[in-house]
């Protein structure tokens, strides 16, 4: 499996399913650490790291994937940023990064997998290939205080739909996660006024998801019969309106 993304949260969960088993619960493990601990579990693991805004490294970090496994058969485009705040006076570099990653990094590496996906799918023994988009509810509704990261998700899930009718026929399923609130680091990025106006009392009054919830829904969009594809999956807190 192709994990995209810094090692920490939802992908050392996604390298728990690889691994057959858990790995240790440290958001600040990296690449090479997850990549030791599922070889220590059984699996194989190959950490690569790469700055997917760049189109050349996203292609070379796909690439290295193939050579060392001889194939491609899921892409799960992981990787966010959610800096939110007003749109008015907005720090507009912030605008850029989020694009950059969540839109262009995404971009970048589904383009330079596709070739590798549809070829697996027509080979043994799955015959079928993946790609799952993590999104957020974020692409379902918008919320004031959001707009910029509402954007992103909203491009990400209408892609995600595009590209599924262009080659679902081929057998290559493409689908999207849209979680709520989940407890990983994608929200420490924000500056500490907006931690403390938008954030923080979300947390405080909400049980979130945790990281294995949407590690287990990649899981289960991946593991259908060839004769079955999960599209879209709305994973949210109980709690949370």
């Known amino acids: 499996m192709r994990i995209v993304g810094v090692a920490s ?10 691994a ?64 939110i705040g007003p749109v008015v006076g907005a720090d507009t570099d912030e605008w850029d990064r989020m694009i950059k990653i969540n839109v262009q990094g995404l971009l970048h590496t589904t383009h330079a997998a596709l070739p590798h ?3 697996a799918a027509e080979q043994d023994p799955r015959r079928v290939a993946d790609i799952v988009n993590i999104s957020s509810a974020a692409g379902r509704r918008a919320g004031d205080g959001y707009g910029v990261y509402n954007l992103t998700k909203f491009g990400v899930k209408g892609f995600t739909e595009s590209l599924r009718q262009e080659i679902t026929q081929r057998h290559v399923r493409v689908g999207v996660i849209e979680p709520g609130g989940v407890s990983t680091e994608l929200a420490s990025h924000n500056k500490p006024e907006v931690q403390n106006e938008l954030i923080t009392p979300f947390f405080e009054q909400t049980e979130a998801l945790a990281p294995e919830d949407i590690a287990d829904g990649v899981a289960y969009m991946v593991t259908r019969p060839r004769h079955a594809s999960a599209n879209e999956l709305w994973i949210m807190p109980t709690e949370q309106l």
């Open 9 to 18: 949260g939802v992908q050392v969960q996604l390298g728990d399913a690889v």
């Open 117 to 119: 996906l549809l070829a």
């Open 20 to 83: 057959g088993g858990p790995l240790p619960a440290d958001e600040q493990l990296g690449g090479v650490r997850v990549e030791e601990e599922i070889e220590k579990a059984g699996g194989t693991a190959l950490a690569v790291g790469a700055d997917i805004t760049d189109r050349g490294q996203a292609g070379a970090a796909v690439q290295q994937t193939v050579d060392r496994f001889g194939r491609l058969d899921t892409l799960v485009n992981n990787a966010g940023l959610m800096l």
